[in-house]
């Protein structure tokens, strides 16, 4: 049977933000034991007091976050050049036979020109398309008999180069996109590959984007 301390050690560490806004004493630990104390007698199925959850809260150890975020942090001053691209469009579209025949068009138009912006990330049950400006006469052309889920003009992104030994530590994608998350920015689109992290955003958020991220490189 689970004990309180690892009831409320679970609760906190599967919400977001309130593990490390606990460590910056940002939290009031008694309006937290209150807030999760409903939560807590569910799990246990018992009565439990706020003091008991308090005292909980108080015996967590910071030390595995701490070592997280010193990690991270050195990353984060290796981060590579930012590149920013404006005017995009955002296709969704659902997974068919055809797709994929007409996506290499696509590629096929592009080949080797890098003035194009064109990324592609194919799910189970749905294909999402991302392109410059350049690029959408064709893609309405060539995608027009395909069913198309959702549409998102006017958006930029950043694309950050990560450092090799990103893989190797947990919660890097986290630590950039917390940023974005307390800013209140929407991440329309999230496209990786192994050294690299794309963010597209709405056009009207990519300046303040930018600035959280070089501040993140800077800090």
Known sequence: MK????????????????????QDKLINVSSLARLIQEEVEHALGKTVKPGAIMMSINRMSPIEIIKIRKNIKALSLKLGDFIVRSDLFDYTFKNSNT?????????????????????VSQGIFETNIVISSNLKEEIDTIFQDEEMISFMPKLASITIKLPKKNI???????????????????????????????????EEDINKTFSILIDLKKS
Request: proline content about 4%.
């Open 3 to 22: 004990t309180i301390q690892e009831t409320v050690e679970t609760i906190i560490k599967r919400t977001p933000f309130i593990e490390e806004a606990m």
């Open 99 to 119: 797709l994929p025949k007409q996506i290499s068009l696509i590629f096929a138009k592009i080949g080797n020109n890098r003035e194009s912006f064109f990324t």
């Open 168 to 202: 190797e530590q947990s919660g890097v994608y986290y630590f950039i996109l917390k940023q974005l998350a307390w800013a209140n920015i929407p991440v329309q689109e999230v496209i990786s590959t192994t050294h690299e992290i794309t963010l597209v955003v709405k």
